[in-house]
């Protein structure tokens, strides 16, 4: 198991180091500005998908919670959502509509982390079955 989380923990910050640099780079090259932190988005997504991974491997082992462990993903998509919404409210519901560049910079982070926690949850869902 530990061996499987320090797994997680190394492609996610990977996936980190290379998203950002190349989403930074590519802003950069068509000079774009961004009212918020792109740094900040990913870091947030970084840290919840490595919690949920590494959540989801822990509970796997439990077989009373593993039977409902689709379902809680689910929730947790959820929670990731509405606590994304919360720490970034000023950027996403400010009085000034967000440029499409902004909009698609919050989107590609939460598109990147969300299909590779998807494929580590599937992964751990398939081991125990």
């Known amino acids: 198991m530990i061996k ?21 780079l590519y802003l950069e090259n068509k000079q774009l500005i961004l009212p918020f932190s792109l740094q900040k988005v990913y870091l947030f997504h970084l840290v919840f998908s490595l919690v949920i991974c590494s959540n989801f ?12 462990l ?13 606590l994304f919404s919360i720490i970034f409210h000023k950027t996403i ?5 967000l440029p499409f560049s902004a909009r698609l ?11 590779t926690e998807t ?11």
């Open 57 to 68: 491997l822990v509970f796997s082992t439990a077989a009373k919670v593993f039977e409902q």
């Open 119 to 129: 494929v580590f949850v599937t992964k751990i869902l398939k081991k125990k079955q």
């Open 4 to 24: 499987s989380i320090v797994g997680f923990t190394f492609i996610f910050f990977f996936l980190f180091l290379v998203s950002l640099s190349l989403h930074e």
């Open 93 to 97: 519901f400010s009085e000034e509509g």
């Open 105 to 115: 910079s919050l989107f590609i982070p939460m598109l990147v982390f969300l299909l």
């Open 70 to 82: 689709g379902f809680i993903y689910l929730g947790t998509i959820l929670l990731k959502l509405i």
